[in-house]
């Protein structure tokens, strides 16, 4: 390889570099500018460390804030776009360096646990830190890659006359056109990466959740008690604490209280979801289990955010076509990590001695290298199954006890009765337990050596925290999975942390 082919690949990696970081920064901006309304008043009123005060008072002035919206939006697209074509860019980089340190020092990524990193911190060193040195060296370096800048040089350098070598920034005409189309190959790039944000406009609908935007409030986290141990199902390692999907998704087992459900709705918008799964995160809890309904909106949180959660989806077979797989395609095209076969369905298909398709599908996810877990409510359906041989990765099973006031006498229980006919006689089920026989379920949990998730542990909320995460880890549970509204978050972290850390009375030994 010759000089001239050193410098050839040196450019054109310097240049991919500048690019991508400049397209960082023009997403960023195009985001915030085609979200409507968007604002930086949450980031800013949020900011923690020495500048905190600066900062939050640029958020309380409204003149003052619409100064900012209008610098941040648009300062990032012209920093972005400067940097993605090469025009100006020592200029770009110089402004781009000084912004990403204000960036910086709103959330500096120092203070907390050094073994507790956040999405995109490390301690010391963030996203922010790392793009702030790329622009330094486009500040100070002489080479910045193919561009604007670079054909401007080019188109000012003198051609070289026939037999002349002596002359080394000049080119012959044939090089000259070599090198024009090297140094203007960024904006066909940039138009089919722009048409591609318009079109992700229209089926994601910008609202303002982009990068930095996406922020939660550390003085909650500042009351965490220290880190959620982790237990592993395949090659995941899986937080104790799991976050539930059913506020997310909008069910709330709320018994006869019929305005539970459109209240919690109101309240967990888009924004607020996100937000959740942010201070989610932030607190340690690293996987969710959702119902197949809401992998879009995960989908859409994990590529604005950039967040690295680990989505177990259940899934449901389509009876009415006959294609069982249907929700498997579709969640692991949403990019789902595990997948479990939803707990009512596994009540449903055992009732109905169509246990064949259980089997069918479980092959199918694991056909596909992914963890295939099974859930249920009624502990029956999984003993039928382990009598067939279908042993999972993991069992998903509710786990609660029954000893709080609205559940019905147990002699009036009956198998596989969640989610059926609600009755209106209050020793009947009306959506008001959900471990229909605890003393059968503990037993077969307890035997078993395939790793349990417990969930409904607080009966839909009928079971204080404490109690309830106590008694399914006492009683076997390797995972909790628990729904939470954002002001519940670090509480729960806090409470699952005493329950571990504490005089837990288990028999069964861990099995994840």
Not at 341 to 346: A, E, S, T
Request: charged residues 20%; aromatic residues 10%; contains cysteine.
């Amino acid at each position: 390889m010759n000089i001239t082919q050193k410098t050839s690949g040196t450019r054109i990696t310097i240049t991919v570099l500048r690019a991508a970081v400049g397209w960082h920064l023009l997403y960023e901006g195009l985001a915030k500018l085609l979200a409507p309304g968007w604002s930086a008043y949450g980031y800013l009123s949020n900011t923690t460390g020495f500048l905190s005060g600066f900062y939050r008072a640029l958020a309380a002035d409204d003149t003052v804030l619409r100064v900012v919206n209008l610098l941040n939006i648009y300062g990032l697209i012209l920093i972005g776009l400067a940097l993605f074509v090469g025009l100006y860019v020592r200029y770009a980089a110089t402004a781009g360096a000084l912004l990403l340190g204000l960036y910086y020092f709103a959330y500096p990524p120092f203070g907390r646990s050094l073994f507790s990193p956040s999405a995109g911190q490390w301690y010391i060193v963030d996203t922010n830190f790392v793009e702030a040195l790329v622009m330094l060296f486009f500040v100070f370096s002489r080479e910045r890659g193919y561009g604007i800048d670079a054909l401007r040089r080019l188109r000012s350098a003198k051609p070289v006359e026939s037999g002349d070598t002596t002359a080394p920034l000049a080119c012959s005409a044939g090089q000259t056109r070599r090198e024009v189309v090297k140094n203007l190959f960024s904006l066909p790039v940039l138009g089919a990466l722009g048409l591609g944000v318009f079109r992700r406009k229209r089926r994601l609908a910008f609202d303002g959740l982009s990068g930095a935007t996406l922020q939660v409030n550390p003085v909650a986290l500042g009351a965490m008690k220290g880190e959620l141990p982790k237990g592993v199902i395949g090659p995941h390692a899986i937080s104790r604490l799991v976050l539930g999907g059913n506020l997310i998704g909008g069910w709330t087992h709320s018994r006869d209280l019929i305005y539970v459900s459109p209240l919690s709705m109101a309240y967990n918008t888009e924004k607020k979801i996100f937000e959740t799964l942010m201070l989610a995160e932030n607190a340690g809890i690293n996987a969710i289990n959702i119902a197949a309904s809401s992998n879009a909106l995960m989908a859409k949180y994990k590529k604005m955010s950039g967040s690295r959660i680990k989505v177990i989806s259940q899934v449901a077979p389509n009876m009415m076509t006959g294609d069982y797989f249907e929700q498997i395609k579709m969640a692991i095209d949403h990019g789902s990590d595990i997948l479990q076969v939803q707990g009512n369905w596994c009540d449903w298909l055992v009732r109905d001695n169509k246990i064949d398709v259980i089997a069918a599908m479980m092959d199918n996810i694991r056909g596909q290298g992914i963890v295939a877990g099974l859930g249920a409510h009624t502990v029956d359906a999984l003993i039928r199954c382990e009598q067939e041989g279908i042993i999972p990765d993991y069992y998903m099973q509710t786990l609660h006890h029954d000893q709080y006031w609205s559940a019905h006498p147990r002699e009036n229980r009956i198998a596989f009765e969640v989610d059926g006919p609600r009755h209106l006689d209050h020793s009947r089920f009306h959506d008001n337990i959900f471990c229909l026989f605890p003393d059968r379920t503990v037993e077969f949990v307890n035997r078993t050596t395939v790793p349990v998730m417990g969930f409904k542990v607080l009966a839909a909320g009928a079971i204080p925290p404490e109690d309830g995460f106590r008694w399914a880890f006492e009683n076997g549970a390797d995972f909790i999975c628990v729904g939470m509204f954002d002001f519940q978050v670090v509480s729960d972290v806090n409470t699952t942390l005493d329950v571990l850390n504490g005089d837990l009375n288990r028999k069964r030994a861990w099995c994840a």
